[in-house]
């Protein structure tokens, strides 16, 4: 019988994690994200049972060996259908299943899945022990602290404390409530208040549990504070916007020993591109995530203005990105400090 509560991986691959992202995180941004964090934990965009089970499972499950450690964000609520994808997770080779329990959009509550599920803990039990007992690698969630109206700890230490006994021991808490009522997806990653206080009381209720922190954090000092406290964090739209912390986050962490050489970087990348061009990928889906690479840097309006250039992005030239780099000039001793600090 396999052991459910036994997590067989070392706590410290989630101490850096960047988040599950709709429209954001497909496997070029997170083939990127791996350039730049070497030991991050990746998550997929959530998935739904229904585009696995009736869908092209390739285009949605196709990753790079690179990746790893990556997980596979699922949406869904029925076990069976999330037993059934979380197994073709596995059989691609993913790190980890993880369960979205904590998207507000509008789509995802007419499908009575993400923040909504919540309210039914003893369905979200359900669906992760059926996932446990399809699969030998980590069943996790990504949750939020309540919904709407319901914002005592008392709510979500009783979401967590149902999953916790089927064996579930690793949770991603967003550290905010979702209002499913009245605000819009990104309205949730703003309005409702930060309760870290929340997060941390259930680090402290459940001690043995992997408790990775979610929500407002921007840079290293934050990301700092919160180890301290917890397990790991997880960046979302700060990694989109400034892709040069996770470069800074994992020299915190000594995943990285070093500055980024960045004619190296631009090289994988020129590479990157050509070889997923040879497969059909357009060029604009491939630099859209390096958009935000040289934010705050002199030149970088100019990198973004080459590389959403419509003419240029015809052409399918992967070179682009090293001309883009390459427009943003030669850097003085003084800025190339300044530079090596920010990457």
Known sequence: MKEKTHINQSLRSWQLCVAPMIDVTDRHCRYFHRLLAPKARLYTEMITTGALMHG????????????????????????????????????????????????????????????????????????????????????????RLGLDGTTTYAFVQDFVGSLYDVGCRVFVVHARHAILAGLSPKENREVPALRYDQAAQLKRDFPDAVVVLNGGLTAVNDCAQAWDTFDGVMLGRAAWHDPTVLVRLSKHLQHRLGDIDEAQLIDA??????????????????????????????????????????ASLHLSDATLIRRAWQSLGPTSPEQNAVVNKTI
């Open 56 to 143: 092209d499972q390739a285009r949605h499950l196709d990753f790079d060996a690179a990746e790893h450690p990556v997980a596979l964000q699922l949406g869904g609520s029925d076990p069976a259908a999330l037993a059934a994808s979380a197994k073709l997770g596995e059989r691609w080779g993913y790190d980890e299943i993880n369960l979205n329990c904590g998207c507000p959009s509008d789509r995802v509550q007419k499908g009575a899945f993400g923040a909504c599920l919540m309210r039914e803990p003893k369905l979200v039990a359900d669906c992760v022990k059926a996932m446990q007992d399809a699969v030998d690698v980590p069943v996790t969630v990504k949750h």
């Open 269 to 310: 990348l020129v590479q990157y591109a050509d070889s997923q061009m040879n497969q059909g990928v357009p060029l604009r889906v491939l630099v859209r995530p390096l958009l935000g690479l040289w934010q705050g840097r002199a030149g970088a309006r100019r990198w973004r203005r080459a590389l959403s250039d419509a």
